[in-house]
């Protein structure tokens, strides 16, 4: 069974990495990893970092192409949330995305997993 990440991205960059072939977000440069979340974890991180934000997207992304693509793929430690997070060490190949979705607070300012990804659950 594959083991997915998920990224909250930006519309524009996402685009970009359509252009590009490549995903590169700000904290690539900036921290150099890419942050991102296990499914459990989105939500939190939606409402921590992606408030007020938009338009947003939410990447599935397949950590075994990454590992064949030659992504290194590390979990570390965040004190702040008291949790491991997968990090990205180089632009994300846009053939390891599989599912993207639209992502939007609702009405109530509350963010929701995609209805697919409830249904994993």
Partial sequence: MPNFLYRLADLADWEQAQRTG???????????????????????????HYAGRGPLVLLEIDEDALAAAGVRVAREWAAGRQEHFAHAFAPIPVGAVGRTWPFAPGPDGAFALPPALRDEA
């Fill in 22 to 48: 490549h995903f590169a977000s700000a904290d690539l440069a900036a921290e150099g990893f890419i942050h991102t979340s296990e499914r459990q974890q989105v939500l939190e991180t939606a409402r921590r």
